[in-house]
């Protein structure tokens, strides 16, 4: 059997993800990973050097350069006819493209997939984490998505080779206008290694970034929040950590006055060790934390931040 991988690149460079996706696929059969974009050869020779990828795919044309799921879900139909599996991360990008994949193949999608048992069988989180179902499909075509965080991360040293591939033609049924993006000299939130998360006790926009930005600084963190911080305005709302927000896996996940809601938990259960902070000690995140500090975040994260620096 043989996976068809898309690739998620800016033209440029892989993103990591891309890189968790081609780990995933290596569990159900030999890999091949497709690069649609414009311009981007060095993304395809990237991607021929990730380890286990058997061929990779390269449709370049000025239509492709942008993402949209419009165009990238014709190019992989035209190239899905002998893959049994079709799968990307569960990104907002793949997350866009893929159904669209399901829908024009008609055939079935199993999401954001935490575990691949054998080719046919996945696990994946239902009702926001609290369980995970055991999926079971004998369709002989399926496309999924992988939550990136949930799987390893594909190693170096492949030699594939890239075929160039004819690209569809320009559906025009979506126009690229803009993109703005947002800079930072903090880690990616999905990608980051430590996160520190603040919620709604944070109070204002400037408590929140005078508060949680030093301690973030010291451990190289990424910033995250909760859904009532977002909605506040606290900060921007790509940092809501959750259900309805990022996903995140880190080795260490700081909560700061977030009460642990299920939809926050959903997005954070994952992350290897979890310190929480918060002054009510019957507080829900204290049931997924491994270290808990019951008291006022004004008094112990200025603390805490100075005794590391100390070290
Ligand atoms: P609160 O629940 O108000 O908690 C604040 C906490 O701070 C409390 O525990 C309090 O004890 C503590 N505190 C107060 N003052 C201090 C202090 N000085 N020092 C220390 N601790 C203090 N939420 C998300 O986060 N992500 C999502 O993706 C998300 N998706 C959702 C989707 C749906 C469909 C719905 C219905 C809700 C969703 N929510 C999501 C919202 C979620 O249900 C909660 O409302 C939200 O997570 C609460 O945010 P919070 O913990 O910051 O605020």
């Known amino acids: 059997m043989t996976v068809l991988v898309l690739a998620e690149h800016n ?105 691949i048992v054998d080719k046919k069988t996945f696990v994946r989180p239902t009702y926001a984490g609290n369980v995970f179902t055991t999926v079971q499909s004998d369709e002989a075509k399926l496309v999924l998505t992988i939550r990136a965080s949930a799987f390893d991360v594909a190693s170096q040293g492949g030699s594939a080779e890239i075929v160039f591939v004819s690209s569809t033609s320009a559906q025009s049924l979506s126009r690229f206008v803009s993109r703005e993006l947002q800079t930072s000299d903090r880690p990616e939130l999905t990608q980051a290694r430590v996160v520190v998360a603040g919620g709604r006790a944070l109070g204002s926009a400037e408590q929140f970034s005078a508060v949680l930005n030093p301690l973030a600084d010291v451990l190289g963190a990424a910033i995250g929040a909760s859904r009532a911080a977002v909605d506040a305005e606290y900060v921007a709302n790509d940092c809501q950590v959750g259900q309805t927000g990022k996903i995140v896996a880190p ?53 805490l931040t100075e005794a590391l620096k100390a070290r």
């Open 251 to 303: 080795d260490l996940y700081i909560a700061v006055g977030i009460s642990g809601a299920i939809q926050h938990t959903a997005g954070m259960q994952g992350s290897k060790t979890v310190v929480a902070i918060n002054k009510d000690p019957d507080a829900q995140i204290f049931n997924v934390a491994d270290f808990g500090i019951v008291g006022d975040l004004f008094e112990i994260v200025p603390q």
């Open 11 to 115: 033209n440029q460079a892989l993103n990591p993800v891309t890189l968790h996706a081609v780990a995933a696929a290596q569990k159900l059969g030999e890999v091949h990973v497709l690069v649609a974009g414009s311009g981007s050869l060095k993304v395809a020779e990237q991607a021929s050097q990730i380890a286990g990828v058997a061929k990779v795919l390269h449709a370049d044309a000025a239509h492709l350069g942008e993402g949209l799921a419009e165009e990238i879900a014709v190019q992989i139909v035209a190239l899905a006819e002998p893959y049994a599996h079709v799968l990307a991360a569960a990104s907002a990008f793949g997350k866009n493209v893929i159904p669209r994949v399901a829908a024009l193949l008609d055939c079935s999608q199993v999401s954001d997939l935490t575990e």
